[in-house]
C-alpha cells in the first residue's frame, strides 16, 4: 500500500498522500463505490486518472471512510457526510486529500516549465522579475499556483479569478508556509497556507485562518 505521506497538520486536520503504484484491478479491491461514481470512472479514458480516482477512496478509507460518504454540491466541491470538512487533488502519479474540522482546501501540481508561459493568467508575474533562476522562478510559480487552487477549492464560489480575486503574500523557497487571502464581491476570506516539494511535485493545503 504505498501511502507516501502523511502529515498531522492539527490535532482536527490531516493530509494524506499517495503515491500511484498499483493497477487499476489492484486499487479496486475491497472499494465499494455508488452507482454514480462506479459510471464516472468506467467513463473515463485515462488509466492514470482512473487509478488515481480509486487512490482517493483508499486515501478516504485510512479515516474510516467508504465512497458512500462523499457528495459534490452545485460547485463541484466535495463534501463527507458529518462535521468534517474534505478536499482532494490528483496529479500523475500523486493524489492526497485534506480532512478537517474547518475549511480546507489542497492542490498538488507536477513542476514543469510551461508554467512560465501561463503565469501572467494567474499572478502578476512582475512580483518575481528578482527571481534570475529559471527553475527557482517555476518552482515559486507552482507553490502559488497550487496555493491559489487551493484556496479556489475551499471558497468554492464561481467567478472568483486566480489573478483578480486570489492574493498569496510572498514568500522564499526555503519557507514552509505563507498566508493567502480570497476576495470576491462583499466577501474576504483569509487562509494559513502551507507548502511541500517532492519528487519533482508540490502540493500546497489550505485552512481558513481562525485568528
Known amino acids: 500500500m504505498p501511502l507516501y505521506k502523511t502529515i498531522t497538520v492539527n490535532p482536527h486536520t490531516k493530509v494524506f498522500i499517495w503515491k500511484i503504484e498499483e493497477s487499476f484491478e489492484a486499487l479496486s479491491e475491497g472499494i465499494q463505490l ?94 518575481y522579475r528578482t527571481i534570475a533562476n529559471e527553475d527557482a522562478l517555476m518552482r515559486k510559480l507552482t507553490i502559488v499556483w497550487c496555493a491559489k487552487e487551493s484556496l479556489y477549492k475551499s471558497f468554492a464560489e464561481k467567478g472568483v479569478s486566480f489573478l483578480e480575486h486570489i492574493y498569496v503574500e510572498d514568500f522564499r523557497l526555503d519557507d514552509t508556509k505563507t498566508t493567502a487571502t480570497v476576495t470576491y464581491e462583499d466577501k474576504e476570506q483569509t487562509y494559513d497556507v502551507d507548502f511541500l516539494e517532492f519528487e519533482e511535485f508540490t502540493c500546497a493545503y489550505a485552512l481558513i485562518s481562525e485568528k
Open 34 to 127: 455508488t452507482p454514480n461514481c462506479a459510471n464516472r470512472v468506467n467513463n473515463m479514458k485515462s488509466d492514470l486518472h482512473r487509478r488515481g480516482f480509486m487512490s482517493i477512496r483508499h486515501l478516504m478509507a485510512l479515516e474510516g471512510y467508504t465512497d458512500q460518504d462523499l457528495y459534490y454540491d452545485e460547485n463541484g466541491k466535495p463534501h463527507l457526510t458529518g462535521d468534517k470538512h474534505i478536499s482532494i487533488t490528483h496529479s500523475f502519479i500523486f493524489a492526497a486529500i485534506i480532512i478537517s474540522d474547518i475549511e480546507v482546501g489542497i492542490d498538488i501540481e507536477k513542476q514543469r516549465n510551461k508554467i512560465l508561459k501561463i503565469a501572467h493568467k494567474f499572478t502578476p508575474i512582475e512580483e
